[in-house]
């Protein structure tokens, strides 16, 4: 059988079924990447501590890129949002959602973060 790799994009993976899914997700959290695209939406699993991926540095990173582009970052997201926002002269809405204790606020406090930015 061929060396497992992670995929940051669902989508990609060869085989998806639950088990592909789970151990795709369980790999990038123990390398302590905790986002994962599925197309244009971002999975989030909370890693309990402050990671340092919440600096200038990955904000400026995240400026104006495309979605996919660059490793998956809520930053990314934001960012996105933000333009198309300009490029459409349109309101955007980001949806968070998840159970207690999941991130939903500190996932908030990231978006803002960029935004303001």
Same mark, same amino acid.
Request: glycine letters at 6%; proline letters at 6%.
């Given at each position: 059988? =061929? ?5 940051? #994009?669902?989508?990609? @993976?060869?085989? !998806? ?38 600096? =200038? ?5 995240? #400026?104006?890129?495309? @979605?996919?582009? !660059? ?47």
């Amino acid at each position: 059988q =061929p060396p497992h790799r992670d995929y940051d #994009d669902l989508c990609g @993976l060869p085989d !998806l079924n639950e088990k592909t899914l789970l151990e795709n997700l369980r790999t990038r959290f123990k390398q302590e990447k905790i986002y994962t695209y599925v197309g244009s939406i971002l999975i989030v699993i909370n890693p309990f501590k402050f990671l340092p991926i919440y600096n =200038p540095k990955y904000v400026k990173m995240y #400026d104006n890129h495309q @979605l996919g582009k !660059l490793e998956p970052h809520i930053y990314a997201v934001a960012d996105v949002a933000y333009h198309a926002m300009l490029q459409r002269r349109r309101n955007q809405c980001i949806v968070i959602s998840g159970e207690s204790g999941s991130g939903k606020t500190q996932s908030t406090n990231f978006l803002i973060h960029h935004l303001t930015a």
